[in-house]
């Protein structure tokens, strides 16, 4: 079974630039979840989409975005990028989860985006 | 705000001895999951042991286990007999019971496996 896809690898992008990021999600899991993980530094949450909604958001400014798609792939999306933003973003997948709970979290390989 | 610090940036450890992760956290909830993640270089994250707050017993995977201390809010790692491939940067991480599917991180522990 295929595990949690990212792409693209790698993104090198200048500043005030957009980018979108892409993540497909183990097969039968609608819970898709985005962390950004700056150099040397633990995961920072970003957003939990589950069955096409946003259900909840990190401390981050609104110009990241994202949604999920009818086959819950879901798509990150970084406006105005700024140098700051460089780091691996993290996307990870699960079953659904209900206002309460807990599923493991599948992550997979990761986005490096470099921001000049 | 919940928080979770990691005070060891980096341990090591002789291949097939022991070694103790250390990870506090601050919340006001009652009702919650931690975590270690383990990360290897250039690897996917996985999840190596969970524990739920409600549980007094501390929960055990094969050669890793953890000491739960709810009252001092401290959730250490153990890792016996030490492999090679244990190698990695590790993560405690903690969620909410009612904040469903945010997750905090601290900032990461690595770990050097001497042969």
């Known amino acids: 079974e295929a595990g949690v896809t990212q792409s693209p690898t790698h993104l090198i992008k200048t500043r005030g630039q957009q980018v979108t990021l892409r993540c497909s999600p183990i097969s039968g899991h609608t819970s898709v979840y985005w962390y950004q993980q700056a150099l040397g530094l633990g995961l920072q949450f970003l957003l939990w989409y589950d069955e096409g909604e946003e259900r909840n958001r990190g401390n981050f400014p609104p110009r990241f975005s994202g949604r999920q798609f009818p086959n819950y792939s879901s798509e990150l999306n970084v406006n105005a990028l700024e140098l700051e933003d460089s780091a691996l973003y993290l996307c990870?997948?699960?079953?659904?989860?209900?206002?309460?709970?807990?599923?493991?979290?599948?992550f997979g390989p990761g986005t490096r985006l470099t921001v000049l | 705000a919940q928080t979770v610090t990691q005070s060891q940036p980096e341990m090591s450890v002789q291949e097939a001895e022991t070694v103790t992760l250390s990870c506090t956290y601050d919340?006001?909830?009652?009702?919650?999951?931690l975590f270690w993640y383990k990360q290897p270089p250039s690897r996917q994250m996985i999840l190596v042991i969970r524990?739920?707050?409600?549980?007094?017993q501390n929960a055990t995977e094969n050669r890793f286990s953890v000491n739960f201390q709810k009252a001092a809010k401290s959730f250490s790692l153990k890792i016996s007999d030490s492999q090679l491939g244990d190698a990695a940067m590790y993560f405690c991480a903690y969620i909410a019971n009612t904040n469903a599917g945010k997750s905090t991180f601290g900032d990461g522990t690595t770990l050097t496996v001497k042969p």
């Open positions: 990870a997948s699960s079953w659904v989860v209900r206002d309460r709970g807990f599923h493991e979290q599948f």
């Open positions: 919340t006001s909830e009652s009702d919650y999951y």
């Open positions: 524990q739920e707050a409600y549980k007094q």
